[in-house]
Structure formats: C-alpha cells, structure tokens
C-alpha cells in the first residue's frame, strides 16, 4: 500500500526547473535587486494621505476665514460635521493602506462614511436664502478640491494589492476634503447637500476605483 502511494505521489511532481529557466530567474531577481527601490512603510504613507488631507482642511478653514467667505459663528456651528469627516477620512485611510486590516474592519469603514454622508444631510438647516452660485458650483469645487488628496492616497495604494474596496475606502477618504470645504462656505439646505455635496464625495469615489486600476503597480502586498 506505502509503494503504490510513493509511486503515486511521485507521478504527482512537477518535473524539476532546467538549468535555463533558474539561470533566467536568478538574473531577474539581480536585475530588481540591483535597482534599490526605497522601501516605504505604510504608516509613512498613511501619513502622507491623511496629512494631505488635514492639512488642506486645515488651510481651507484660514483661506474662508482670511476672505471672509465664512463667519466665525459658522465654523463654531459646523465644527461636529468638520470632526466627523476628519475622523472618516482617517478610519478609511487606515482601513484601505493597513496591510493586517481585514475585511470587516474596510466593510465598516465604508458604512461609516455613509453615516457620516447622512448625518450631514440630516443636521444641515434649511437654507437661509437664494444661493450666490449655482449649484452645480458647490459640485465643481469639491472635485477639485479632491484631486491632489485623492493622488496622494492612490500613490500609497500602489503597494498593495489590486482591491476595488480598498480603492472607494482610498477615494472617500480624499472626498471628506470637499465635503469640509462644503461645511464652511455652503449655507443651502439638506436637499443640496445630498445632491450637489454627496454626488461629488460619491464622484471621487468612483474616479478612486477607475483609476487605480490603470495604473502600474509596484507590489502587491496584502
């Protein structure tokens, strides 16, 4: 019984590499040896996406207050909404670039950031009067806005493995910067926070995914 079993397993083998195919690998592994790419830790680029992030929330509260395109009273007034998208744009963060993050702490993030989309809508009053701009203005911004967190973020992605999650986790954290922006100057009702504000966190989102599937990546750890 032992012999037919050996015998079995032993037709089971791959048959071992030829002398060609190790030497090729051998080289391939000198050739990416030899480049010395830095080695980057994801805390390092957590850094960078959140400082990316904070910090131009941070800038954007001085620039409306420098020109006047904001009272202290609102900002004392939308200071809970500000927090809480500081605090999601960390947790997604963490959630998308964390190489030990599992799925269920990423599947909680992303449903926190829908809690976070509605509690704006659900704490914003009613607007005060007719808007300065239209609507679609308030849209625009916030993409814009999105563009250099949402590089930064999708950069630090490239050194993981592909993941459709990780890449919405990856664009609503870069979202939460405009719908900050949002929360300082825009004084229209729920309605338009839902469609203008939320359409364009949702937008970046999108763009997250679409554009982390194009480019190259440099390792695929989990």
């Known amino acids: 019984m032992t012999s037919r079993l050996d015998e079995l397993l032993k037709t089971m083998n791959p048959p071992a590499p030829s002398a060609g195919a190790l030497e090729r690998a051998l080289l391939a592994a000198r050739q990416e040896l030899a480049q010395k790419r830095p080695v ?107 563009v250099l967190p949402l590089g930064v973020a999708l950069f630090a992605l490239r050194h993981t493995a592909p993941n459709a999650l990780r890449s919405t986790l990856v664009g609503l954290g870069a979202g939460t910067l405009g719908a900050c922006i949002g929360e300082l100057v825009c004084q229209q009702g729920p309605r338009h926070v839902a469609t203008y504000h939320l359409g364009a966190w949702a937008t970046v989102a999108l763009l997250a995914v679409f554009v982390s599937r194009i480019l190259p990546r440099r390792a695929y750890a989990p």
Do not use: K
């Open 40 to 146: 980057r830790r994801w805390r390092t680029e957590l850094g960078w996406s959140l400082a990316a992030v904070w910090g131009l929330s941070a800038v954007a509260v001085a620039v409306v207050l420098a020109a006047g395109l904001g009272s202290a009273a609102l900002l004392g007034a939308r200071t809970p909404g500000l927090l809480v998208l500081g605090a999601t744009a960390a947790l997604c963060l963490v959630a998308a670039l964390a190489p030990r993050a599992g799925l269920r702490l990423r599947v909680l993030s992303a449903a926190g950031a829908g809690v976070s989309a509605a509690l704006l809508v659900l704490a914003r009053a009613p607007a005060v009067g007719p808007a300065a701009f239209p609507e679609w203005v308030c849209t625009a911004s916030h993409l814009a806005a999105g």
